[in-house]
T-cell receptor, first 115, second 112 residues
Framework: DAGVIQSPRHEVTEMGQEVTLRCKPISGHDYLFWYRQTMMRGLELLIYFNNNVPIDDSGMPEDRFSAKMPNASFSTLKIQPSEPRDSAVYFC?????????????FGPGTRLTVL | AQSVTQLGSHVSVSEGALVLLRCNYSSSVPPYLFWYVQYPNQGLQLLLKYTSAATLVKGINGFEAEFKKSETSFHLTKPSAHMSDAAEYFCAVSLGFQKLVFGTGTRLLVSP
């Protein structure tokens, strides 16, 4: 079975440009998470969805960041305008709620570099 | 609020030696605890998880962890390190509602 798919794997852009990261969760999973990983701040949860509805976006750093999940098989994380401090690896993860300690399955990540 | 603390940002061992990665948790309720591994340029992968069914949890690749409530610990061990174990390891606690809080990670270095 295909795991979580993220695209692009690498993105280099210039400050001020719009960046869109994409994620396809594992089929049948009802939760989707967006994380950001940096050396300074480690792994941070940005936002997560349940059945395509945003549940907690308290980790989104500022209004320049937005995330959508138009259907069960696709989500986007958009940064507009991008800044050099947004450079990081962004991970998407998905899980299926069975109650208790549900496993999150991570994609390979998108390495974003903002010049 | 739930949180985890990983002691040691880097741990170095020789191939064949015992691996011990430390994780202490803080939780006001019985926690769900996880260990994830991240190989270079990859996403995180579940090693094992504690769900209160058994205090000693066995995971993939020969790793195991023991939940000790009295010590609020969930340390990860492996009897004999292999070169392929070199990676970053993250301890995490569930806040419920599917949300996880990760520790800062421990990079395991394995020398021949």
């Amino acid at each position: 079975d295909a795991g979580v798919i993220q695209s692009p794997r690498h993105e280099v852009t210039e400050m001020g440009q719009e960046v869109t990261l994409r994620c396809k969760p594992i089929s049948g999973h009802d939760y989707l998470f967006w994380y950001r990983q940096t050396m300074m701040r480690g792994l941070e949860l940005l936002i997560y969805f349940n059945n395509n509805v945003p549940i907690d976006d308290s980790g989104m750093p500022e209004d320049r960041f937005s995330a959508k999940m138009p259907n069960a098989s696709f989500s986007t994380l958009k940064i507009q305008p991008s800044e050099p401090r947004d450079s990081a690896v962004y991970f998407c993860a998905s899980s299926l709620r069975r109650g208790g300690a549900d496993t999150q399955y991570f994609g390979p990540g998108t390495r974003l570099t903002v010049l | 609020a739930q949180s985890v603390t990983q002691l040691g940002s880097h741990v170095s061992v020789s191939e064949g030696a015992l691996v011990l990665l430390r994780c202490n948790y803080s939780s006001s309720v019985p926690p769900y605890l996880f260990w994830y591994v991240q190989y270079p340029n990859q996403g995180l992968q579940l090693l094992l998880k504690y769900t209160s069914a058994a205090t000693l949890v066995k995971g993939i690749n020969g790793f195991e962890a023991e939940f000790k409530k009295s010590e609020t610990s969930f340390h990860l061990t492996k009897p004999s390190a292999h070169m392929s174990d070199a990676a970053e390891y993250f301890c995490a606690v569930s806040l419920g509602f599917q949300k996880l809080v990760f520790g800062t990670g421990t990079r395991l270095l394995v020398s021949p």
